[in-house]
């Protein structure tokens, strides 16, 4: 949302600033310079979530059906359950079942949604010609208008993948070639037909779209590596290129926008790819999926991606997509959600102590330890139901201390 230069600032401004511990002529500049977005579409009515520089690092879950496993009640308590555990924004994914009765059940959640709007185009196509091969540019611009108009707050589009950067992933080593879903959608979409990708090709008309309802553009790394091996390729390098033009014409039609990045990335790479993507993008928010920084970790993949979320927000991230301990293996579970979830906000609230935020929060939790106050460290904290379920489950006789020490605890001494 970059309307404030003309409009004025918005209603809800003040209260966003408080809620941030910012200056509301501050925060209205950062807006208006595009280095925080606002995710709120204008019909959608939620309070906004801020994301960019000088705010909270946010968190994100993403949820959606597969043709698989397509239950709507399932992804309804995956979304709730996400809200619960701390999510700031959730991602419908849905590539299978009623996908539309399903976003519209979102949007009821109270909480800003984002959706890939090429799947429900590729869907579309599916169901009409039996091929995404026969998707045609229409189809994804009336999934985008639609999905505007019905209130998604955020839509990652893959305007970085084109004609050049396809080369180059085809002239390049990788291991993983793409593994973005819509990313290598697109790409297959362009291969077979040898089109240009119409979300680059028609940028003007895709901001076009989405500015009336104020839809943050979550610029997609279709090309993020996919592996260690492939972290920091040539093909990764050329798209953020492109991402970081787009930024800028978004800036100058007043739509707002944030650049995703990358997937599998080492930890001694993770902040130079943030400092980076930061020079190029001009500071424009950036979307982190992890990274994970191990390909070795499945079934804990949570952690791995935790571990990179922190250094990453540290350096600059501003929105980590969580990822859940099912991660390469199978469509996650409710389980899995929250697991994922409060990974992703312990990173960010790590990266946030660096900023010098929230640390007041640290110390009420070592304030109401030292004093052995159980009731007050289990306000303060990410996950105060699984801390009480610990204690009460493994509690010693004497309910002062813990059964890790017992009479020995060095808070009684």
């Not at 701390?86 to 984002?114: R, Y």
């Not at 599916?126 to 091969?133: A, C, E, P, Q, S």
């Not at 979307?287 to 499945?298: F, H, R, S, W």
């Not at 790590?350 to 460290?377: M, N, P, Q």
Request: aromatic share 4%.
């Amino acid at each position: 949302m970059r309307t404030l230069k003309s409009a004025g600032p918005p209603a809800w401004l003040g209260k966003a600033a408080e809620k941030e511990g910012l200056n509301p002529d501050k925060l209205a500049r950062k807006i208006a310079s595009g280095r925080v977005v606002a995710l709120k579409n204008t019909v959608h009515e939620i309070d906004p979530v801020l994301v960019g520089e000088g705010t909270r690092v946010k968190v994100n879950a993403n949820i959606g059906m597969s043709p698989d496993l397509a239950s709507m009640e399932g992804e309804i308590e995956k979304a709730k359950t996400a809200v619960k555990a701390g999510a700031d924004a959730i991602m419908d994914l849905s590539i299978g079942g009623d996908t539309w009765t399903l976003l519209k059940k979102l949007l009821k959640q109270n909480i800003p949604l984002g959706t890939v709007p090429v799947y429900q185009a590729a869907l579309e196509s599916v169901r009409m010609h039996g091929t995404i091969l026969d998707m045609t540019p229409d189809l994804l611009w009336k999934a985008i208008e639609k999905q505007a108009k019905a209130g998604v707050d955020f839509m990652t589009v893959h305007s970085g993948v084109n004609r050049k950067t396809l080369e180059a992933v085809d002239s390049s080593k990788r291991v993983t070639g793409i593994v973005s879903r819509g990313g290598s959608l697109i790409a297959k979409w362009m291969r077979s037909t040898g089109l240009e990708n119409p979300l680059y090709a028609d940028f003007d008309y895709l901001m076009e779209l989405v500015r009336e309802y104020d839809v943050v553009l979550s610029l997609g790394d279709a090309l993020r590596p996919g592996c260690i091996a492939d972290a920091t390729d040539k093909p990764q390098i050329e798209e953020l290129i492109i991402l970081g033009r787009l930024v800028e014409r978004c800036w100058d039609s007043g739509v707002g926008v944030m650049v995703e990045g990358p997937g599998h990335v080492p930890l001694d790479e993770v902040g130079a790819n943030i400092i980076l993507q930061k020079r190029i993008c001009k500071g424009a928010p950036f979307y982190v999926l992890g990274p994970i920084v191990t390909d070795i970790a499945a079934g804990y993949d949570h952690i791995a991606g935790a571990i990179g979320g922190a250094v990453a927000a540290m350096h600059g991230a501003d929105f980590l997509c969580y990822v859940t301990p099912s991660e390469h293996l199978a469509l996650p579970t409710a389980d899995d959600v929250r697991e994922g979830v409060i990974a992703s906000k312990i990173a960010a609230h790590a990266a946030d102590l660096t900023r010098g935020i929230d640390r007041d929060r640290d110390l009420a939790v070592a304030k109401a330890r030292a004093g052995l106050d159980w009731d007050e460290l289990f306000k303060h904290l990410l996950d105060p139901e699984k801390a009480c379920a610990i204690r009460s489950e493994r509690h010693p006789a004497d309910p002062k201390v813990c059964t890790m020490c017992g009479e020995f605890c060095s808070m009684r001494q």
